[in-house]
T-cell receptor, first 113, second 115 residues
């Protein structure tokens, strides 16, 4: 079975600081990995996804993530946090047999002045 | 234009009642999903339909019954509601051609509160 683990349920950064949200995966086959963002009282929006084309994936709003097979990681980064980045972030792995998404437990990002 | 829409947005009801949540997508996708997000924000898939056929059915009580009248709609009917059913229910849709590579697009969610 495939799974993802998000370390840190809450992350707090200062505006302008580096954002690093951690995600590690467990998979017996090459994984397809996703980062979604959920703003308060809204649905999930795709930030970026890894589908084996390139290990460094660039997404929307200045976010990017690097797939590291040796570390089984897919951490999300942004060089400079903005107040509007405050939200819940979910890492997910997809499996075949119907495109089932398995989500991590989420990381709430807080951005402080 | 709303890509994936759900109605109602909020639903407050008594234990034991039966309720339905509707979902529609205008993205031309052939696959639709229902996810449940609990109070700790944990998201878990419940069902998936491809061209009106059930393809994913997780361990969900049989009080939950999805219905897909056509590939643009996937409704969720819940019988005999229980307190533990209180959650946010998200509908999503995608293509299925490349299976696990496909992006799922989520609706805004339906916040269900069972009293």
């Amino acid at each position: 079975a495939q799974s993802v683990t998000q370390l840190g349920s809450h992350v707090s950064v200062s505006e302008g600081a580096l954002v690093l949200l951690r995600c590690n995966y467990s998979s017996s086959v090459p994984p397809y990995l996703f980062w979604y963002v959920q703003y308060p009282n809204q649905g999930l929006q795709l930030l970026l996804k890894y589908t084996s084309a390139a290990t460094l994936v660039k997404g929307i709003n200045g976010f990017e993530a690097e797939f590291k097979k040796s570390e089984t990681s897919f951490h999300l980064t942004k060089p400079s946090a903005h107040m509007s980045d405050a939200a819940e972030y979910f890492c997910a792995v997809a499996t075949g047999g119907g495109n089932k998404l398995t989500f991590g437990t989420g990381t709430q990002l807080k951005v402080e002045l | 234009d709303t890509a994936v829409s759900q109605t109602p947005k909020y639903l407050v009801t008594q234990m034991g009642n039966d309720k339905s949540i509707k979902c529609e997508q205008n993205l031309g996708h052939d696959t639709m999903y229902w996810y449940k997000q609990d109070s700790k924000k944990f998201l878990k898939i419940m069902f998936s339909y491809n061209n009106k056929e059930l393809i994913i059915n997780e361990t969900v009580p049989n009080r939950f019954s999805p219905k897909s009248p056509d590939k643009a709609h996937l409704n969720l009917h819940i019988n005999s509601l229980e307190l533990g059913d209180s959650a946010v229910y998200f509908c999503a849709s995608s293509h299925l051609e490349r299976e696990a590579q496909e992006t799922q697009y989520f609706g805004p969610g339906t916040r269900l509160l069972v009293l």
